[in-house]
């Protein structure tokens, strides 16, 4: 077995028509093997039939508990939503509401279950499970995720350890979130993966793109790939054909898909001996 082995991830499956136009190009044309499918998104329809023409696709479960349309009526989780029954993008406060108020934990765990469920009704194979904006590193919502998943055939998960080294060589830029990424989470990850292993749950050893979310081009790819270590790293992308409602408006998402379609991109991955993989 190669020593360095390479998941290749899009998130978002579902968020729009155009995310998944790009999913499936980068599957069927690039080096793209994985997704995670945005249950309550407004174009998840569309991406399940998509995924269901593409057997070779793995398609995982991504949780969204925050900046996300919730699968369940506003009516029946008013502590989680905001006035116009969204999902706000308030990871610090939610955070703490998710630890601290028991109320909020019960909505939350409705929520989480009624995206499981929602999944399964699709008839896809359940690849991993992660979380939107990597919610589910908190130890609440990671807690619930496990317990519920066990329900559903849960068997991997994706860590967001992005290592300091290896991130930073590969760019030189952003220092403080780099090595706050990588070195300020260690105690979150390493309570993380204590909690997988016991629970059987298999998982990457690293996350790539983190902190060049929007901003996966060729070039940064390529860079990547020269810088990584021995084992399963994972590198996540958000591709799209056009710009879609939501978008942060700095997001290169066309760039994004060129990089998974472009032929040196899998030439390089050949060329350094490194092995695709899933989960």
Not at 96 to 119: G, H, M, N, S, T
Not at 213 to 233: K, V, Y
Request: proline share 6%.
């Amino acid at each position: 077995m190669a020593k360095k082995q390479l998941i290749v991830t899009a998130d978002d499956f579902g968020a729009a028509v155009s995310v998944n136009e790009a999913i499936e190009l980068a599957h069927r044309s690039g080096i793209l093997s994985t997704t995670c499918l945005l249950v309550g998104g407004l174009a998840a329809d569309d991406a399940v039939a998509r995924a269901k023409r593409m057997p070779a696709l793995r398609v995982g479960l991504h949780v969204a508990v925050t900046d996300a349309r919730p699968v369940l009526d506003p009516s029946q989780i008013p502590l989680l939503v905001d006035r116009e029954g969204q999902l706000p993008l308030t990871l610090l406060r939610s955070g703490f509401a998710f630890y601290f108020q028991p109320a909020v934990r019960a909505q939350l765990q409705d929520e989480i279950r009624a995206q499981f469920a929602a999944f399964a009704r699709t008839g896809l194979a359940l690849d991993h499970v992660n979380g939107h904006n990597h919610i589910h590193i908190h130890p609440t919502v990671q807690e619930l995720i496990l317990d519920i998943g066990k329900e559903y055939g849960l068997r991997a998960m994706r860590v967001p350890y992005e290592p300091f080294g290896p991130s930073w060589r590969s760019a030189h830029d952003d220092l403080a979130a780099r090595f706050g990424l990588g070195v300020g989470l260690l105690p979150m990850i390493g309570a993380m993966r204590s909690r997988l292993r016991r629970g059987g749950i298999k998982a990457n050893d690293y996350l790539f793109g983190i902190c060049d979310t929007g901003r996966m081009t060729a070039a940064r790819t390529l860079e990547i790939l020269h810088q990584l270590p021995d084992g399963i790293s994972e590198i996540h992308f958000h591709p799209a054909t056009a710009r879609w409602p939501g978008m942060p408006s700095t997001a290169r998402c066309e760039e994004e898909l060129a990089a998974l379609t472009n032929p040196k991109i899998a030439q390089a991955v050949d060329d350094l001996g490194i092995q695709p993989a899933t989960f």
